[in-house]
């Protein structure tokens, strides 16, 4: 299948906001997913928005959603070091119930 | 409690071995799904089952195998362990539509 592109890597300072960038494939996707992992650790789903949703606001995270573009955007307010991470976008497989396809990750580096 | 458990944790094993590495969730979720993520953290899904079916099969190798004994487990068996196996295997469980909980993974190591 197609692939979910993102940009491999962003370096922001702290405190500074970052935006990861994301663009997917499948115009069907009922939900698109950002996750973040970090260092030899699992998956953490950090939030996700259905497709009639231009924008959804989660405390410090604001995703933003193009559907005509397929574009999706993760915004981190004040971010800090510990937001240092991998993040992926995800898109809904068709009606498969929770199947994902991801992006490549971005890797999130935050420097003090 | 551990939501989705994978065992083992690491695994290194010789090629050609066969080996399986095992999946249990106790959210009473209906869907369980095997993740594989490589060495350059490319995520792929590689099968997802809903109440002992197979739904998707990504192009896998038929070398790797699900076997679901009951609704709370989806173990992945691999025979004849290649070189390119190695990687880390995720293992998800979802119910309907709903947010998938993934496990801590499973480093495979293929020598």
């Known amino acids: 299948g197609e692939d979910v592109e993102q940009s491999l890597f962003l370096s922001v300072r702290e405190g500074d906001s970052s935006v990861i960038n994301c663009t997917y494939t499948?115009?069907?996707?009922?939900?698109l997913y950002w996750y973040k992992q970090e260092p030899g650790a699992g998956l953490q789903l950090l939030t996700y928005?259905?497709?009639?949703?231009d924008m959804k606001q989660d405390q410090r995270l604001t995703v933003l959603l193009n559907k005509k573009d397929k574009h999706l955007s993760l915004r981190i307010a004040d971010t800090q070091t510990g937001d240092s991470a991998i993040y992926f976008c995800a898109e809904s497989i068709g009606n498969s119930g929770y199947a994902l396809n991801f992006g490549k990750g971005t890797s999130l580096l935050v420097t003090p | 409690d551990t939501a989705v458990s994978q065992t083992p944790k690491y695994l290194v094993t010789q090629m050609g071995n066969d080996k399986s590495i095992k999946c249990e969730q106790n959210l009473g979720h209906d869907t369980m799904y095997w993740y594989k993520q490589d060495s350059k953290k490319f995520l792929k899904i590689m099968f997802s089952y809903n109440n002992k079916e197979l739904i998707i099969n990504e192009t896998v190798p038929n070398r790797f195998s699900p076997k679901s004994p009951d609704k709370a487990h989806l173990n992945l068996h691999i025979n004849s362990l290649e070189l390119g196996d190695s990687a880390v295997y995720f293992c998800a469980s979802s119910q309907g539509n709903s947010e998938a909980f993934f496990g801590q993974g499973t480093r495979l190591t293929v020598v």
């Open positions: 928005i259905f497709s009639n949703m």
């Open positions: 499948d115009s069907s996707s009922t939900y």
